[in-house]
């Protein structure tokens, strides 16, 4: 039995599925490394197409997870995915889903995670996304505040966020994509140009706000953008910044390497990629690039429902 579940290469496949914030990452990761085809084919895009539309509920939306009710989470993220795979903003799921987002506020509602895939597509400016500081890991080991002292894969995931947020990553095409200007259009229930980002850093929709923010931590995500914006904390910050980036990169190659470039789950997986792409200056031929690509396949799982 065991062996005829076995792969070619001898290790054995199962179904990391359920949650909608995984497989978005990934195509969000392809759009703006310049769609290789060695990233995703045809075929493969076909079949992620098929279970976006699979999971999309009556009332447009898609949940957190396949289980959960339609969330602003998942749903700007899962339609987001569909538009990038090529789907048209006339097809009728992408119709469905974009009712569903402007029913709810639009994505200034969607939760933070949703927000940092928005702003690394050039589709939410970065004002409206909490600070990532990666000098946070130049703190003692000690401190209460360490990313380190965090869960595995909450420190793992800070640890390229914090990286892209230091460098306000964009994907580079962004303003001459039509694309991404038709989505800066449909996410939104007012003009792109004209919202007022720095406030709806703490917005979130009902659907989503399982567990309020408490105003400690709203007090604190607001003391650190006026760190990031206050001209007189610059000398500091620059400083510390640098340093904070060149050790998030060095971590993230330590990541790479001792996991084979799988990493610890699927989505530090796409952001650490996404950092090397950035590290790089965009050279899909660099060797981390490359070991990267070779993975992407072992968190592919072709199933009844794509």
Not at 69 to 86: D, K
Not at 146 to 171: E, I, K, Q, S, T
Request: aromatic content about 14%; glycine content about 8%; overall charge negative.
């Amino acid at each position: 039995f065991y062996s005829m579940l076995q792969c070619e290469d001898g290790h054995w496949a199962a179904d990391y599925g359920g949650p909608h914030f995984l497989m978005p990452g990934l195509v969000i990761a392809w759009y703006v490394m310049g769609k290789p085809t060695n990233f995703l084919n045809e075929q493969q895009i076909k079949l992620l197409i098929k279970y976006i539309t699979s999971h999309q509920q009556s009332d447009g939306g898609w949940g957190t997870h396949i289980e959960s009710p339609s969330t602003m989470f998942g749903s700007t993220l899962m339609y987001v995915a569909l538009r990038l795979l090529g789907r048209p903003a006339d097809d009728p799921a992408c119709v469905k889903g974009c009712e569903f987002l402007k029913e709810h506020g639009g994505a200034l509602y969607t939760s933070s995670w949703s927000k940092f895939y928005l702003c690394l597509l050039g589709c939410m400016d970065w004002k409206g996304h909490n600070s990532v500081p990666p000098e946070m890991w130049l703190l003692p080991n000690w401190f209460p505040f360490h990313p380190g002292r965090m869960w595995c894969h909450a420190r793992m995931v800070y640890l390229p966020m914090g990286y892209l947020y230091g460098n306000r990553f964009v994907y580079p095409q962004a303003e001459s994509d039509p694309l991404i200007q038709e989505l800066r259009q449909e996410l939104y229930c007012q003009d792109y140009s004209k919202i007022d980002w720095i406030p709806t850093r703490h917005w979130v929709a009902s659907t989503d706000n399982y567990s309020p923010i408490p105003w400690v931590m709203k007090t604190l995500q607001n003391l650190l953008a006026r760190y990031e914006n206050w001209s007189i904390f610059a000398p500091l910050r620059d400083y510390v910044r640098q340093k904070g980036l060149q050790f998030s990169l060095e971590y993230i190659r330590a990541e790479d390497l001792q996991t084979n470039y799988i990493d610890i789950g699927p989505v530090n997986k796409v952001l650490n990629l996404i950092s090397h792409f950035h590290a790089t200056g965009g050279d899909l031929k660099d060797p981390r690039i490359v070991n990267h690509l070779m993975r992407i396949p072992d968190y592919l799982w072709v199933a009844e429902d794509g």
